[in-house]
């Protein structure tokens, strides 16, 4: 991993795959939604701790840029809140 960059896909699939991202305090981060099955309500990712909302088209990737100055753990989830997976920032 470089310094100048970090990056990490989630399958998102009744569930997202990994649950749990782990990321470098101080690093530019994106994040890349990967929605490949229809399963579930997972058609929206959001996060209030991290600041982003986005749509998730079946098969098309939608990538976000989140914030790392701050280290922590941070969740994101469906649009009910009912899927969740997690940001540790370390
Ligand atoms: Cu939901």
Redesign the pocket.
Known sequence: MTNTQQKQTITVAGGYDPAVVTLKQGVPAQLTFDRTSSQ???DVVQSTDLKFTSDLPLNQPQTVTIPTDTAGEFTY???????QGKVVIK
């Open positions: 579930g309500c997972l989830s469906c649009g009910m809140d009912m899927f």
